[in-house]
């Protein structure tokens, strides 16, 4: 049964440090998406690309997150510095997008991030 | 106009009750309205998924009812049981494959 993998499951770091979050999309989907999950604010898309180029990242804070995808089968996000209020789950979800319509996303369990 | 509101925020039914949450949406462009099902500790995953051009999509107890012209669409659980209690999410996607997800359902079915 084809998943979503995502590294770590669980991260617990101190303020200030360089946090990088893995995923692995499912073989053969063309689209890749990051998303966080908080009590407050719900599921909110940070960025996602398709075809390993970046199609929109507003939902992302440019000066400490960034995001990439070295290759087609790893997608990574970095926080650097990272800060408190970033605690989260963060979710990673692949598909295949035709860029015509929208088609079914499939997450991983996410990284459960703590920054004391 | 991006929001999707989604209610109740929780929900108590009893086992073989109907379950209804509620969605609704602003943006005419959306043309893709999925809902997710969510357990503690694992990812939302897909549950039942419909276009605007179907008014009612049924998957065994699972069917979503859409009102284009009220903008609102809803999920029915049928005959619910103590394993469908999860949290769940309605969401509304675009033609460029971004979804917007509704703000969550806790579920929860009792014996």
């Known amino acids: 049964d084809a998943r979503v993998t995502q590294t770590p499951r669980h991260k617990v770091t101190e303020m200030g440090q360089e946090v990088t979050m893995r995923c692995q999309p499912i073989?053969?989907?063309?689209?890749v998406f990051w998303y966080r999950q908080t009590m407050m604010q719900g599921l909110e898309l940070l960025a996602y690309f398709r075809n390993r180029a970046p199609l929109d990242d507003s939902g992302m804070p440019k000066d400490r997150f960034s995001a990439e995808m070295p290759d087609a089968t790893l997608a990574t996000l970095k926080i650097q510095p990272s800060e408190p209020r970033d605690s989260a789950v963060y979710f990673c979800?692949?598909?295949?997008?035709?860029?015509?319509?929208?088609?079914?996303?499939?997450f991983g369990d996410g990284t459960r991030l703590s920054i004391l | 106009q991006q929001q999707v509101k989604q209610s109740p925020q929780s929900l108590i039914v009893q086992k073989g009750g109907i379950s209804i949450i509620n969605c609704a949406y602003e943006n005419t462009a959306f043309d893709y309205f999925p809902w997710y099902q969510q357990f503690p500790g694992k990812g939302p995953a897909l549950l039942i998924a419909?276009?605007?051009?179907?008014s009612e999509k049924k998957e065994g107890r699972f069917t979503i009812s859409f009102n284009k012209s009220a903008k609102q669409f809803s999920l029915h659980i049928m005959d619910s049981q103590p394993g469908d209690s999860a949290t769940y999410f309605c969401?509304?996607?675009?033609?460029?494959?971004?979804?917007?997800f509704g703000q969550g359902t806790e579920l929860s079915v009792k014996p």
């Open positions: 969401a509304a996607g675009d033609q460029g494959g971004k979804l917007i």
């Open positions: 419909i276009r605007p051009d179907v």
């Open positions: 979800a692949s598909g295949l997008g035709t860029g015509v319509s929208n088609q079914p996303q499939h």
């Open positions: 073989l053969g989907h063309n689209t």
